[in-house]
């Protein structure tokens, strides 16, 4: 009789653990994996002649497209850049923003 009431024990354990590994997985672990699919297919999808800001602040124009970095021509110069340091592609934002005045008008 011992032994059952171990075992219950254990399954009364087991359950809610099952369900915080799920839970953990679903809000956690799916949507960061979402996160970094697309951020690598954001950075495979820039281009020669798009324009980009990096995570610096600096602002400039793709003209050398490398396995994992950029060459960039900037205002004062070329610069080379890690993918990972472009935050945002200034060429689809110019585009949305011509699109809506164009829209307004």
Do not use: C, W
């Amino acid at each position: 009789m011992n032994i059952l009431l171990k075992s219950q024990g254990f399954m009364d354990l087991a359950v809610p653990m099952v369900l915080v590994i799920v839970v953990f997985y679903l809000f956690i672990m799916l949507p960061q994996m979402r996160k970094q699919k697309k951020a690598k297919q954001y950075f495979n999808e820039l281009k020669k002649g798009d324009k980009i800001i990096t995570t610096g602040g600096i602002h400039g124009k793709i003209i050398t497209v490398n396995e994992k970095n950029f060459v960039v021509e900037t205002e004062e110069g070329k610069l080379k850049i890690e993918k990972a340091a472009v935050s945002m592609d200034m060429t689809a934002a110019e585009y949305k923003n011509q699109s809506a005045e164009s829209e307004k008008a």
